[in-house]
């Protein structure tokens, strides 16, 4: 947990998108469906609604702050509160501040206007509340725990994506993976998303996946899942924790796109019993320093298999063999 050297605004802070609008030629407006943004996966998707020509959006934002933040009585003078939208893919950042409004200076309301042009795949939006404090301006008192997502190329506001799996022979394909035709697949995690690269020249491997056989063919198949998975986990953590933004005080920042989701999500099994940030900061000193990073690897393996599932695959395929073999003793 950060430490800061002024006072900070306790309680919950939140942030909601009210309404999306798609503006194109001829400042042509249409109105996003609520099916569009969703306020419980914190996405806006305007791919959603098949409409392609679309030039801009404009977002009506409602931000809420404890109404300690403007008590006569507080320690903060000059509030203000500022939406910012950025994206790591096209280094783009845009910002907004919000208009106090109704029930005692505890919600804000203002829009925001996103250029389609502006942006590549998935923006962030945040909202951080500022003010004077101990005399010095601009100070952050506090900030939305969770971030919206503006996500150009979903056909659904969901936060999770899905994993990319492409079939390809690789004896034929691309050079590097010519190098690699004695695998069954590989992962590529040098792109928006992370691609698995299932290899169709491995004699069997295609069939197995896809199919429905017999008991043990699928056991195999669940086993086999499982274990690309654990590959998949395991290379998405190394690529996210080896790119990471360095503030100037050195402190590692997640990143805002699929990498930062994956270090949230498994840090806390690599490193256990810290926050996030703190985490990221320890996997980050072992992994630039001159020792840890080592120990660190069966933590990383211990966390991917975890999210793989290969330990119920695994019990499950013990079980089901188990199974045969008292069926053929009997």
């Known amino acids: 947990m950060r430490a800061y050297p002024y006072q900070r605004l306790p309680g919950v802070v939140s942030l909601r998108v009210t309404s999306v609008e798609l503006r194109g030629p001829d400042d042509i407006r249409d109105p996003l469906d609520t099916s569009a943004f969703s306020a419980v996966e914190q996405v806006v998707a305007p791919g959603s609604t098949g409409r392609d020509d679309w030039e801009w959006?404009?977002?009506k934002v409602s931000a809420t702050v404890p109404g300690r933040a403007t008590a006569p009585d507080s320690p903060w003078t000059d509030l203000a509160v500022v939406v910012v939208v950025s994206e790591g893919a096209t280094n783009t950042r845009i910002s907004t501040t919000l208009a106090p409004g109704a029930e005692n200076g505890?919600?804000?309301?203002g829009q925001l206007d996103l250029w389609r042009a502006d942006h590549l795949d998935r923006a962030t939006m945040s909202f951080h509340v500022v003010a004077t404090v101990d005399g010095v301006p601009g100070r952050e008192i506090a900030a939305s725990a969770k971030d919206w997502i503006i996500d150009l190329k979903a056909e659904a506001p969901l936060r999770e994506r899905q994993l990319e799996i492409v079939e390809v022979g690789f004896r034929e394909g691309p050079q590097w993976l010519?190098?690699?035709?004695?695998?069954?697949?590989?992962v590529d995690t040098s792109g928006d998303l992370p691609v698995v690269h299932i290899n169709k020249d491995f004699e069997g491997v295609s069939d197995l996946l896809a199919g429905n056989g017999t008991s043990v063919d699928n056991m195999v198949r669940d086993l086999l899942i499982a274990q690309m998975c654990t590959d998949v986990w395991?290379?998405?953590f190394h690529t996210a924790i080896g790119d990471l933004e360095i503030e100037d005080d050195g402190t590692p920042l997640f990143p805002r796109d699929w990498r930062?989701?994956?270090?949230r999500e498994m840090l806390p099994?690599?490193?256990?019993?810290?926050?996030?940030?703190?985490?990221?900061g320890e996997v980050h000193r072992r992994r630039t320093g001159t020792s840890g990073w080592t120990d660190l690897?069966?933590?990383?393996?211990y966390a991917a298999t975890r999210r793989g599932d290969v330990p119920k695959a695994l019990s499950a395929t013990i079980r089901g063999l188990d199974s045969i073999h008292r069926g053929t003793d009997a």
């Open 178 to 186: 010519r190098r690699l035709q004695e695998v069954p697949w590989a």
């Open 106 to 109: 505890r919600k804000w309301e």
């Open 269 to 280: 099994d690599v490193v256990p019993d810290l926050p996030a940030e703190d985490a990221l």
């Open 57 to 59: 959006l404009r977002m």
């Open 260 to 263: 930062g989701e994956v270090l």
């Open 234 to 236: 395991t290379a998405v």
């Open 297 to 301: 690897q069966p933590r990383i393996h």
